[in-house]
T-cell receptor, first 114, second 112 residues
Framework: EAQVTQNPRYLITVTGKKLTVTCSQN?????MSWYRQDPGLGLRQIYY???????DKGDVPEGYKVSRKEKRNFPLILESPSPNQTSLYFC?????????????FGDGTRLSIL | AQSVSQHNHHVILSEAASLELGCNYS??????LFWYVQYPGQHLQLLLK??????LVKGIKGFEAEFIKSKFSFNLRKPSVQWSDTAEYFC??????????FGKGNQVVVIP
């Protein structure tokens, strides 16, 4: 089954404790992206990747890092999480490396930073 | 900056009523447009998309959208909603620059 898998689904942690949210897709998609969803703000793009070793900033990259060492994986790293990063996070992938094709979304990761 | 605007963030309507959600995108040359739906507790799913051709696009679950280039709009419609259409709806635009812009969403509640 074609899918985008995120882990963990839920995480409560404390300020400053490094965390990683994993994302994996099994569709051989070129483009992968991370979004955060906040009430009243919709989805905002954090980082995206057009291919292995090619990543770039989205609209709200501050406080986040990503890597794309393998085509299927695109982890999101919070080196020193802060309460303003409490949010619902979605990973997505898309066939075209330009990101202009429909996105396939994961089930989301709800992060709470205390 | 490329952006997408959605109006009337909260919409409440009764079953069998018609639904129309507005979406306006900022000018940026060629643009691909999408509507996504997010049912409670679930991830976003594609409802329909417009790349080129017929400006009236039909999607899943009886939804359709009309692309009006002169108005920079891509409004979503459904003639008769059901309780199961309760969800949040997002308009999105891709400008071919590797970025995707989403609107803030419309929370739609259908009352049985």
């Amino acid at each position: 089954e074609a899918q985008v898998t995120q882990n963990p689904r839920y995480l409560i942690t404390v300020t400053g404790k490094k965390l990683t949210v994993t994302c994996s897709q099994n569709m051989n998609h070129e483009y992968m992206s991370w979004y955060r969803q906040d009430p009243g703000l919709g989805l905002r793009q954090i980082y995206y990747s057009m291919n292995v070793e090619v990543t770039d900033k989205g609209d709200v990259p501050e406080g986040y890092k990503v890597s794309r060492k393998e085509k299927r994986n695109f982890p999101l790293i919070l080196e020193s999480p802060s309460p303003n990063q409490t949010s619902l996070y979605f990973c997505a992938s898309s066939l075209s490396r330009l990101g202009d094709q429909p996105q396939h979304f994961g089930d989301g990761t709800r992060l709470s930073i205390l | 900056a490329q952006s997408v605007s959605q109006h009337n963030h909260h919409v409440i309507l009764s079953e069998a009523a018609s639904l129309e959600l507005g979406c306006n995108y900022s000018y940026g040359g060629t643009v691909n447009l999408f509507w996504y739906v997010q049912y409670p507790g679930q991830h976003l799913q594609l409802l329909l998309k417009y790349f080129s051709g017929d400006p009236l696009v039909k999607g899943i679950k009886g939804f359709e959208a009309e692309f009006i280039k002169s108005k920079f709009s891509f409004n979503l419609r459904k003639p008769s909603v059901q309780w199961s259409d309760t969800a949040e709806y997002f308009c999105a635009a891709s400008y071919g620059n590797n970025r995707l812009a989403f609107g803030k969403g419309n929370q739609v509640v259908v009352i049985p």
